[in-house]
């Protein structure tokens, strides 16, 4: 059984989590965070499905029924056994409009997926690091258009492959260095052992397998690689953003992890987003249910401090956590009176990059539509059409942005619906339970 709580007018203020945590962002508005209080006229209600929290009709634009529609769409996943369990979150006209959670996070131990249960977010830790490169580019350490050797002397003199699948031995010097932005772009040339077969795949794949030895041995590892193109020129999904991690240890001077818990985690209040899940916190963990296309070999256990804290992907996080860094960009860099990026910074982080040219690659994973109505940030993915489902943005209005998973999780802001939504799930093929969640919540807004 799961517990749907609803709510009346007088207590819009906080929604307790399921384990009974109160949320002090919970119905904040946009700017302000509210303190922690319960509200009288709380209504519980048990119904057979999710924890939601449906919105004040007097200040809201969604159907009640439309919510409902929502909850069920969710818990027919599950029933179907599409997916073990789902989180899901809706933030609309500055408030949480609804939160469901469905299905169980452990499914030996039956335990049951709660608003605080904590998930591993794999490529949804790209956009936070993409921000804290962009925190330096704001104190002016460094700029975009900084070649990395400059602090990765380990990238100095690239050599390029005339094919991904050529041999090592075949690279020749590149006529561009890496630029920060190609990092934050995908254009480094520095690619994932999941694309085309060959030396450069293996190699790869055997540095990942030992990233354990810590950043200084690994980007040793790839600094000796040759790129899979040169830089700059086309975009290739790759390992640039564990290189961004390595990049911002390095010019702070901070240990990775650090550097995000001060200067993001912190100010933002996520308190349970971080590279490990510390053993106070385990029972709320929703333990993977499916690896989908990743290797087993590549997770690590979630009980240990990395020893390579991975900024394209290492990152385990909640609902509301991600709902305050998503908060924070949608504000344009500000949440609760603390700014974390510049305006114009979180501009240009959400600003399409890439020219018709650079989109030739194989962008993602073989994932052929991968352009079809959308283009790429730092970091994010920007919805560029107002008529095509865009691959990562459904349909999102122009404009919106975000980045999902390899477990399923993830999450978009869309300025023009004044709507952000968070979607978690413990692995498994979760695109089509996400697209329907989507659609449900844009078919519940009142027009």
Not at 384 to 404: D, K, N, Q, R, Y
């Amino acid at each position: 059984m799961t517990i749907r709580r609803e709510w009346t007018r007088s207590s819009r203020s906080l929604l307790p989590s399921a384990s009974g945590h109160r949320d002090p962002r919970r119905g904040a508005p946009r700017g302000r965070l509210r303190p922690a209080v319960f509200a009288a006229g709380a209504v519980f209600v048990l119904v057979g499905g999710c924890l939601s929290a449906p919105p004040d009709p007097a200040r809201e634009r969604f159907s009640s029924s439309g919510l409902e529609e929502v909850t069920s769409t969710l818990q027919a996943a599950v029933d179907r056994g599409d997916l073990g369990g789902i989180v899901t979150l809706i933030f609309h006209d500055g408030e949480v409009a609804q939160v469901d959670a469905v299905g169980v996070q452990d499914p030996d131990a039956r335990t049951p997926m709660a608003r605080d249960s904590i998930f591993r977010i794999a490529s949804m830790t790209k956009p936070i690091t993409a921000v804290a490169t962009l925190i330096l580019v704001d104190e002016g350490k460094i700029a975009l258009d900084d070649r990395v050797d400059r602090w990765l002397p380990e990238l100095a003199h690239p050599k390029v492959l005339s094919d991904p699948s050529a041999p090592l031995h075949s690279g020749t010097p590149s006529p561009r260095p890496i630029r920060v932005i190609d990092l934050l772009t995908h254009r480094s040339g520095i690619v994932t052992p999941r694309d085309a077969p060959g030396p450069l795949r293996d190699a790869l794949t055997e540095a990942d397998a030992n990233n354990s030895a810590g950043y200084d041995r690994w980007i040793g590892w790839i600094g000796e690689l040759p790129l899979a193109h040169v830089p700059g020129s086309t975009y290739t999904y790759g390992n640039s953003f564990d290189v961004l991690g390595i990049l911002v240890e390095r010019v702070s001077g901070m240990k990775y992890p650090d550097f995000l818990r001060e200067r993001i985690f912190e100010p933002l209040g996520m308190k349970d987003t971080a590279f490990r899940v510390p053993p106070e916190k385990r029972a709320r963990f929703a333990r993977l249910q499916s690896l989908g296309r990743v290797p087993a070999s590549w997770i690590p256990s979630e009980e240990t401090v990395p020893g390579f804290p991975a900024g394209a992907g290492g990152l385990y996080s909640t609902v509301d956590d991600y709902l305050a860094f998503a908060r924070m960009l949608f504000n344009r860099g500000e949440l609760g009176g603390v700014r974390i990026l510049a305006p114009e910074t979180v501009d240009a982080m959400t600003t399409d990059h890439l020219t018709a040219e650079q989109r030739k690659g194989e962008p993602f994973a073989g994932h052929r539509g991968f352009w079809n109505g959308q283009g790429f940030g730092l970091g994010v993915a920007v919805k560029l059409s107002p008529t095509v489902h865009a691959s990562e943005l459904g349909m999102a209005s122009v404009g919106s942005f975000g980045w999902p998973g390899v477990f399923g999780t993830w999450w978009q802001a869309d300025r023009a619906k004044d709507l952000i939504l968070v979607f978690m799930v413990p692995g498994g093929d979760a695109d089509a339970t996400r697209w329907a969640f989507q659609k449900a919540v844009y078919d519940a807004i009142e027009r």
